[in-house]
């Protein structure tokens, strides 16, 4: 065989093993969703208790509705609108990452 035609065939056995992983390991829209309710009542902790009692028993429904999930194989983006706030992450290789800082909504 070839010098070039061994480079591609592991060229395209890496390619596709990497995307095999990313598309194995992108969060579900269940652990984003518990990723934004970490981060919600972390920044919540120590404020008012009846807000807080609120976030513990409706958050998780009002995160799930306001969420939409858009999916590209290897990555899903995640939109959320919750509490006046617009909040955009990337799920990717088993993780959250958030895409900028929490924007005000109108």
Same mark, same amino acid.
């Given at each position: 065989?070839? #010098?070039?035609? /061994?480079? +591609?065939?592991?060229? +395209? *056995?890496?390619?596709?093993?990497?995307?095999?992983?990313?598309? *194995?390991?992108?969060? *579900?829209? @269940? #652990?984003? $969703?518990?990723?934004?309710? @970490? =981060?919600?009542?972390?920044?919540?902790?120590?404020?008012?208790?009846? =807000?807080?009692?609120?976030? +513990? %028993?409706? !958050? @998780?429904? &009002?995160?799930? #509705? !306001?969420?939409?999930?858009?999916?590209? !194989?290897?990555?899903?983006?995640?939109?959320? $609108?919750?509490? !006046?706030?617009?909040?955009? +992450?990337?799920?990717?290789?088993? &993780?959250?990452?958030? %895409?900028? /800082?929490? $924007?005000?909504?109108?």
């Amino acid at each position: 065989m070839k #010098k070039s035609m /061994k480079i +591609a065939t592991v060229s +395209a *056995t890496v390619l596709l093993g990497l995307s095999i992983l990313l598309y *194995t390991t992108k969060p *579900t829209q @269940e #652990k984003y $969703e518990q990723w934004v309710m @970490e =981060k919600v009542a972390s920044r919540s902790a120590g404020q008012d208790s009846l =807000k807080s009692l609120g976030l +513990a %028993l409706f !958050g @998780e429904q &009002m995160i799930r #509705k !306001g969420t939409t999930a858009s999916d590209y !194989g290897v990555a899903r983006i995640f939109h959320t $609108e919750f509490q !006046g706030r617009s909040i955009k +992450a990337i799920g990717i290789l088993g &993780m959250v990452i958030p %895409l900028g /800082k929490p $924007e005000q909504t109108g």
